[in-house]
C-alpha cells in the first residue's frame, strides 16, 4: 500500500519540484538583471574614487559576514529533514544561534574597523551597512524552511521585492545627490525589507520563535565547524584581494578593480544555478551506490559547465573595453584589462562550483579543509606581495591562482574518492567552436562590436548544437532524478 501511495503521489511530487526549479530560476535570473542595472547606476554615480570606498565597505562587511555564516544553512534542511523533527526548535535554535553569531562577529568587525586605514567615511558606512547583513544573516537561514516545502516562490519574491527597493531607492539616491551614506543606507533597507517578506511568508509553514537550547547550540556547532573553517578559509582569498588592495592603494584603484569585480560576481551566479540543477542527481546516484551514473553526470556536467567557459572568454577578452564602458562609463576604461584577467578567475569559479559542492555530497569536507587552509595562506602570500608592486593587476593574478588551485584540489580529490578520471574529448570541440565564435567578432567588430558578439554567439551555439556538445535530451538526462532526493522532506 506504501508502495501504491508512492508510485500515485510520484506525479504531483514531481510537478512540485519541477515548479520549485523553475521558480528558482527565473527568480535568479530577474534579481540579477535588476541588480546588475543597479550596480549601474552605482558606478556611473560614485565614479571610480567613490565606487571604490563602496567597494571597501561591502566587501569589508562581506568578510564578516560569511564569517557568521557557520553553514548553518546545511544544518537547518539535515535537521529538518530527520524523522521525528520539531520544526519549530530547529528553526527557532537555528535563527537565534545565526543571529548572536552575526551579532557578535559583525560588531566585532564593526569595532576593528577604526584599527584599519581607511577614511572616516567608509568606517561610518560601516557601522551603517551592518544592519543590511544582519538581516540578510536571518534571511539566507530561512530559505531552508521554503526549501524543504518546495516553496520556494516566497524565496524569489522576497529577493526581487528587495531588488526592486534597492533599485528605486538607488535612484532616489542619485536624484537628490545623496552621499556614500545614502548608497549604503539603500542597500540597508532592501535588505530589511528582503527579512521581512521572508518572515511573514516562513510562518505559514512553522512558528517562529526564538529558542536558546545550549545543548543543540553545542552540538551544532560541533557539526559545523568543518563546513565553517571551510567558509572562513574561502572568504580569505575571495575578498582578502580587495581589503589589501584598499590598504596599499587609493580608492580610485579599487574603484576600477570593483568595477571589474562586479562582473565576475555577476558570472558566478549562472553555474550556481546550473550546479543547484546537477545536484539532486548526483545525490541520488551516490546515495544508491550508482557510481557509473554519477560519474556519467559529473563528466557531462563538466563538459557543459567548458562549453559555457569557452564563449565567456572569447567575447570578454575581444571586447573587455567595451563592455566594460558600456556599463560604468568611459572613466572605467581603464580596468579592461584587469577584466581579461578576471575572466580568467571566473573560469576556475565555474569549474570549482561543481567541484565544491560534489566534494559536499561525497562527504569529504574535513579532507577539503586543509587543502582551503594551503590555497588560502597561499593567496594572502600572493596578495601582500604582488598588489603593493602591481595594484589591481596584482590582485587579479592572485584570485586567478587561488580560485585555480582550489578547483584543481576539489577534482584532485572527487576523482580519487571515486576512481575514474576526467575525459577531455570534447576540448577540440569546444575549442573548435570557440575559434569560429572569434573569427566572427573579427571580422564583424568594425561594423558594430555588439553586432559582432550578437552574431558570434548565434555561431557558436551553431557549431555546439552541430557537433553534438550539446542537446535538449542531454539537459533533460542531467536533471531527470530530480525527485528522488525529494521523497523524505516534510511536507511533502
Not at 544553512?73 to 544561534?97: C, Q, T
Not at 564602458?325 to 571566473?346: D, M
Request: glycine share 8%; net charge positive.
Amino acid at each position: 500500500m506504501d508502495g501504491q501511495s508512492a508510485v500515485v503521489a510520484s506525479p504531483s511530487l514531481a510537478r512540485a519540484v519541477g515548479r520549485n526549479t523553475i521558480v528558482q530560476f527565473v527568480g535568479k535570473i530577474l534579481s540579477t538583471i535588476l541588480g546588475f542595472t543597479t550596480s549601474v547606476l552605482i558606478l556611473r554615480y560614485l565614479h571610480p574614487a567613490g565606487n571604490g570606498s563602496y567597494t571597501t565597505v561591502m566587501a569589508y562587511l562581506g568578510f564578516f559576514s560569511v564569517v557568521a555564516d557557520l553553514g548553518l544553512y546545511l544544518i537547518l534542511i539535515r535537521d529538518l529533514n530527520k524523522p521525528g523533527a520539531d520544526p519549530e526548535k530547529v528553526v527557532g535554535n537555528l535563527l537565534a544561534l545565526r543571529w548572536v553569531s552575526a551579532f557578535c562577529i559583525l560588531s566585532a568587525g564593526a569595532i576593528a574597523v577604526w584599527a584599519f586605514h581607511f577614511t572616516t567615511i567608509e568606517k561610518v558606512a560601516v557601522l551603517i551597512g551592518t544592519g543590511s547583513y544582519l538581516a540578510v544573516a536571518a534571511t539566507q537561514l530561512m530559505v531552508g524552511i521554503f526549501q524543504s516545502k518546495l516553496a520556494m516562490i516566497y524565496v524569489a519574491v522576497g529577493e526581487l521585492l528587495g531588488r526592486i527597493v534597492l533599485l528605486v531607492t538607488t535612484y532616489l539616491v542619485i536624484h537628490f545627490y545623496g552621499s556614500l551614506y545614502s548608497v549604503v543606507f539603500a542597500v540597508v533597507t532592501s535588505s530589511i525589507v528582503n527579512f521581512i517578506f521572508v518572515w511573514w511568508s516562513a510562518r505559514r509553514y512553522v512558528r517562529i520563535r526564538l529558542h536558546f537550547d545550549w545543548p543543540y547550540w553545542s552540538s551544532t556547532l560541533r557539526d559545523t565547524l568543518p563546513i565553517a573553517i571551510s567558509i572562513v578559509l574561502n572568504l580569505i582569498y575571495f575578498r582578502a584581494d580587495t581589503i589589501i588592495l584598499r590598504l596599499y592603494k587609493g580608492t580610485y584603484d579599487v574603484g576600477l578593480y570593483g568595477a571589474a569585480y562586479k562582473i565576475l560576481e555577476i558570472l558566478n551566479t549562472f553555474p550556481i544555478m546550473f550546479v543547484g540543477l546537477l545536484l539532486p542527481s548526483l545525490g541520488s546516484a551516490f546515495s544508491r551506490g550508482d557510481t557509473e551514473r554519477f560519474r556519467a553526470i559529473f563528466q557531462k556536467g563538466f563538459d557543459l559547465l567548458l562549453v559555457a567557459i569557452v564563449p565567456m572568454l572569447v567575447v570578454g577578452w575581444m571586447l573587455a573595453r567595451p563592455i566594460i564602458v558600456l556599463i560604468g562609463g568611459q572613466e572605467y576604461a581603464p580596468a579592461a584589462p584587469v577584466l581579461r584577467l578576471l575572466l580568467i578567475a571566473v573560469s576556475a569559479l565555474f569549474l570549482g562550483s561543481l567541484s565544491g559542492h560534489v566534494v559536499t555530497i561525497i562527504n569529504r569536507q574535513r579532507q577539503m579543509v586543509w587543502s582551503y587552509l594551503s590555497v588560502a595562506v597561499i593567496g594572502l602570500v600572493l596578495y601582500l606581495t604582488l598588489i603593493p608592486r602591481f595594484s589591481l593587476y596584482g590582485g587579479a593574478t592572485g584570485t586567478i591562482v587561488t580560485e585555480s588551485l582550489t578547483a584543481i584540489v576539489g577534482y584532485i580529490l572527487i576523482t580519487r574518492v571515486l576512481h575514474f578520471r576526467l575525459r577531455v574529448s570534447a576540448i577540440p570541440k569546444i575549442l573548435l567552436a570557440g575559434v569560429a565564435m572569434a573569427a566572427t567578432i573579427f571580422a564583424l567588430r568594425s561594423v558594430n562590436v555588439w553586432l559582432a558578439a550578437g552574431v558570434s554567439v548565434v555561431v557558436y551555439v551553431a557549431m555546439v548544437f552541430a557537433t553534438k556538445l550539446l542537446s535538449p535530451s542531454l539537459v533533460r538526462e542531467l536533471v531527470a532524478r530530480k525527485t528522488e532526493t525529494t521523497n523524505s522532506l516534510p511536507g511533502t
